[in-house]
């Protein structure tokens, strides 16, 4: 599944381990979603989206590019 964390963090300046603690999740668990290796619960996605302002469809597709 293609995601834009990585992105999302970077653009506000956010460490891994900065959104992992928000996220009460740990900074593996950030880095597998950012690599596409692990793909997140549903309340785990949609926590990400509120905590970045977007709809889950925003940030998460199951398009490739």
Same mark, same amino acid.
């Given at each position: =599944?293609?995601?834009? /964390?990585? %992105?999302?963090?970077?653009?506000?300046? !956010? $460490? &891994? %381990?900065? !959104?992992?603690?928000? =996220?009460?999740? $740990?900074? &593996?668990? /950030? /880095? @597998?979603?950012? $690599?596409?290796?692990?793909? *997140? @619960?549903? *309340? !785990?996605? =949609? %926590? !990400? %989206?509120?905590?970045?302002? &977007?709809?889950?469809?925003?940030?998460? @597709?199951?398009?490739? $590019?």
């Amino acid at each position: =599944m293609e995601n834009t /964390i990585r %992105a999302l963090r970077t653009e506000r300046g !956010l $460490s &891994q %381990a900065e !959104l992992a603690k928000a =996220m009460n999740v $740990s900074r &593996q668990t /950030i /880095i @597998s979603i950012e $690599s596409g290796r692990y793909t *997140p @619960s549903l *309340p !785990l996605g =949609m %926590a !990400l %989206a509120r905590h970045f302002g &977007q709809a889950v469809e925003q940030i998460f @597709s199951t398009e490739t $590019s």
